[in-house]
């Protein structure tokens, strides 16, 4: 392949893809902060309680969730120790089959089962700034579309290095050459940012695009693994009562005693507990 191909491959996929990366940096920046606006904007925080106090039975988390929203369905449970002590996250929706953008969460205290806050999630700069970052308001197209746009972008880091390898015969590493005009000047300071963030941009480019995939993703999943998981059930009638959600995580926690329990899905037919840590995790259904 020779440079003209290279050079026309670089300018067009860089071309195509810089009002959605600049899109993406600008709407990505504030996102990286968000646990620091929330903090300033005052986001709740659980009351100190003496270490080792024990945490409240999930059924009645539950419980609380459903008082707040009485109208929705809990969808998730989830925790984060590190970012959120002491919080379980209860996201509920109007139905099973809601779009994302229509859950709500509740905040509940993990000691008291007690509600801490129950935000609107569908208003202020943050949800805006998600939304527009992941799918441009677009649902799963949107965000397929932007996972070809961080492919293009990669293509136009990868064609760049090939570029910027003879071009690195001629002068030395980092020279600005500011005799020259303008248009060389700017050249020089692109390539000189090009070649020194590389690794950084095609991380990002590769892992954003692998992102955008993961409904995808989840679906295979769900319809693979997870359809194994439930066949047992696969004909049974509907369940007139669900079961437990306690005893359901503890049976997972039974099973799997070394992992740390992150998240709870739930379905129409019954509860799902998943244990999840950053390698593994299982499951088990109550």
């Known amino acids: 392949m020779n440079i003209q ?25 504030p996102l990286v902060f968000h646990d ?33 929203r009485p109208n929705d369905v809990i969808r998730f449970m989830s925790w984060n120790e590190a970012e959120s002590p002491n919080q379980i996250f209860v996201t509920m929706a109007p139905n099973m089959d809601a779009p ?62 090939v ?15 500011r005799n020259k005009g303008l248009r060389t000047t700017w050249l020089d300071l692109h390539n000189l940012l090009g070649a020194t963030t590389i690794s950084w941009v095609l991380v990002v480019g590769f892992t954003g695009t692998i992102n955008t995939l993961n409904k995808v993703i989840i679906n295979i999943w769900q319809k693979d693994q997870m359809a194994q998981m439930i066949a047992p059930y696969q004909n049974a009638p509907p369940l007139q009562h ?25 379905q129409a037919a019954g509860y799902q507990a998943l244990i999840i840590t950053q390698s593994s995790c299982g499951a088990t259904r109550q």
């Open 5 to 29: 191909f290279w050079s026309f491959t670089h300018k067009w996929s860089s071309l195509i893809c810089t009002l959605f990366l600049l899109m993406l940096c600008i709407t990505g920046l």
């Open 36 to 68: 620091e606006i929330d903090a300033w904007r005052g986001e709740v925080e659980a009351p100190y309680m003496p270490p080792g106090t024990p945490k409240a039975n999930l059924d009645n988390v539950a419980e609380a969730a459903r008082k707040q």
């Open 100 to 161: 994302p953008q229509a859950s709500k969460s509740v905040v509940i205290d993990s000691r008291t089962a007690k509600v801490l806050d129950a935000p609107e999630p569908t208003k202020g700069l943050i949800y805006f700034l998600f939304f527009m970052h992941s799918e441009m308001f677009a649902g799963l197209p949107g965000m397929l579309f932007l996972g070809l746009m961080g492919l293009v972008f990669v293509i136009s880091v990868v064609s760049g290095v």
């Open 163 to 177: 570029l910027y390898r003879p071009f690195m015969r001629r002068i030395d590493f980092g020279t600005i050459r």
């Open 242 to 266: 669900l079961g437990s959600i306690q005893v359901a995580v503890d049976a997972a926690v039974k099973a799997i005693p070394n992992m740390t329990l992150g998240f709870v899905a739930t």
